[in-house]
C-alpha cells in the first residue's frame, strides 16, 4: 500500500495528495534474473548449482569420453582427442559457475575462484559452496534466480541418483575400475 504524501510539484488540489511515485526498491533489483551459461555476472542458486555443475561440468564430458572410446573401439586417441576440446570450456564453464555461487552466498566472486584453483582451501570451500543455501531475497550481488521448473528439478534428482549409483558402483568395483583406468592410460602412453 502506498503512502499518500504531498507532492509539491502538484497543479492542482486533486493531485496534491496522489500517490508516490518511487518506490523504495527499484523493479529491476527485485525482479529474478535467469542466469547464463559462462557469464561471470550476478548469482547462481543451488539447485540451479547442482544441476549445471553435476550436469554440464561433471556427467556430460564422462558420457562424451566413455562415448568416444566405445564408438572407435576402444581406441583412446579419440577420447583425448575429445578431452583436450572440451577441457578448456569445461574449465571456464565451472570457474563461472562457482564464481556466481560465491555470490549466492552473498560473498566476493574471488572466493568461488579460490574454490576453485587452490588445492588444500579449495576442497572444503568447494563443498561449502555445493551445499550451503544462498542468501534469501536482493543482496548486494543482485537479485535471486528464477526458480527451477519440474522438468528442471526432475533432471535434477535423477541426476543426482545416477551419480550417486555411479560412485557406489566404482566403490563396489574398485578394482576393475583401477585396472581399466592403468590399462587405458598405459595404451594412450604407448601410442603417444
Not at 561440468?57 to 564408438?71: D, E, N, R, T
Not at 542468501?135 to 528464477?146: A, E, I
Request: proline share 7%.
Amino acid at each position: 500500500m502506498n503512502r499518500l504524501e504531498p507532492m509539491l510539484d502538484a497543479a492542482t488540489e486533486a493531485e496534491l495528495y496522489r500517490p508516490a511515485s518511487a518506490e523504495l526498491l527499484a523493479p529491476e533489483l527485485t525482479a529474478p534474473s535467469t542466469p547464463r551459461l559462462f557469464d561471470f555476472a550476478g548469482r547462481l542458486s543451488l539447485p540451479r548449482f547442482l544441476l549445471w555443475h553435476f550436469g554440464l561440468v561433471v556427467a556430460l564430458p564422462w558420457l562424451l569420453l566413455v562415448g568416444a572410446y566405445f564408438a572407435w573401439g576402444g581406441n583412446w586417441a579419440a577420447p583425448a582427442t575429445v578431452l583436450i576440446t572440451i577441457a578448456p570450456l569445461n574449465l571456464l564453464l565451472s570457474l563461472s559457475l562457482f564464481v556466481r555461487r560465491a555470490r549466492d552466498l552473498n560473498l566476493h566472486g574471488a572466493w568461488g575462484v579460490a574454490a576453485f584453483c587452490l588445492p588444500v582451501l579449495g576442497t572444503p570451500l568447494c563443498l561449502w559452496l555445493m551445499v550451503w543455501p544462498g542468501s534469501r531475497g536482493v543482496n548486494r550481488r543482485g537479485p535471486l534466480n528464477t526458480p527451477l521448473g519440474r522438468v528442471a528439478q526432475i533432471v535434477l534428482a535423477l541426476l543426482a541418483v545416477g551419480l550417486l549409483g555411479a560412485f557406489g558402483s566404482a566403490l563396489l568395483y574398485a578394482s576393475e575400475v583401477m585396472a581399466f583406468v592403468s590399462q587405458a592410460i598405459q595404451g594412450l602412453l604407448q601410442r603417444l
